[in-house]
């Protein structure tokens, strides 16, 4: 009942929900995504459904912040987006722009996930051997929980894993080297071997 009491207040219009990463301690931007405000009293920036982080009085020009957000938020009263720096984990969930006037307009959503930089993988040669013609190598990668074991021999057997979040494991084989590749939405690190110094042909 409450849901639905709260449906009929706020008009959604044709907003979907934008997703958006942000690396832990970085600064995002959030716009309304719009060139035209519907008219308003107020217009607020929410993050989930309590904590109005600022709310803008159109008769008065005023602009009331949040006290946990002051120091670390920048409202333009022109473009009416908001700039949240500094981002930690618990600042994850969903920021919502409305203006209320009769009824409550929800502008905008997003859902901000605020994550890490990736773990650095590590390549393990198992064993690498000359085979005539070309270097064969048994390898595996390692990053967080994502294991990826594969053969090259010129280009590589197996090339990525995913995990159920946000991370992936990729490789990138060339006559060259192995690049394994530990990303995510924010970031990627990399660990990367080269074919010359895993087959040396012996006896030369
Ligand atoms: C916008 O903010 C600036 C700086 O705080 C202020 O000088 C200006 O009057 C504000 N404009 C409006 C339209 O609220
Ligand atoms: C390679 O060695 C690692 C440990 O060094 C092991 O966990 C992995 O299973 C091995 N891979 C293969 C294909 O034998
Ligand atoms: C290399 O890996 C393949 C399959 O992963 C396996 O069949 C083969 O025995 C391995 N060779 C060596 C020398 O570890
Ligand atoms: C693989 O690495 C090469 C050289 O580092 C790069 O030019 C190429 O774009 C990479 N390919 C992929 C799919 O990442
Ligand atoms: C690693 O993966 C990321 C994400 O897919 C990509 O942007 C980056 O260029 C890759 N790095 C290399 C060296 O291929
Ligand atoms: C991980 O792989 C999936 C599927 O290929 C892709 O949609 C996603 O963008 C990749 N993520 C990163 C961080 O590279």
Redesign the pocket.
């Known amino acids: 009942m409450l849901l639905l009491l709260f449906l009929l207040n706020v008009k959604t219009g044709f907003s979907a929900e934008i997703s958006v990463f942000v690396q832990t301690g970085a600064s995002i931007q959030l716009d309304i995504q719009t060139q035209e405000l519907p008219e308003f009293d107020d217009f607020s920036w929410k993050h989930d459904r309590s904590k109005i982080i600022v709310k803008y009085l159109s008769t008065s020009k005023v602009e009331r912040l949040h006290a946990s957000y002051k120091d670390r938020v920048d409202f333009n009263n022109k473009t009416f987006s908001l700039t949240l720096k500094n981002m930690q984990k618990t600042d994850s969930g969903l920021y919502r722009a409305i203006t209320a006037a009769e009824s409550d307009t929800n502008i905008v959503t997003y859902k901000v996930s605020v994550i890490d930089t990736v773990e650095a993988p590590v390549l393990t040669v198992n064993s690498s051997w000359f085979d005539g013609n070309s270097c064969t190598v048994n390898f595996t990668c390692r990053a967080h929980d994502l294991i990826l074991n594969s053969m090259y021999s010129g280009k590589c057997s197996q090339k990525e894993v995913q995990s159920n979040g946000n991370n992936?494991l990729?490789l990138?084989c060339s006559q060259k080297s192995i690049?394994c590749?530990h990303?995510n939405p924010v970031s990627?690190k990399?660990d990367r071997k080269y074919i010359t110094q895993l087959c040396v042909i012996k006896g030369i």
């Open positions: 992936n990729t990138n690049i590749n990303s990627w990399e």
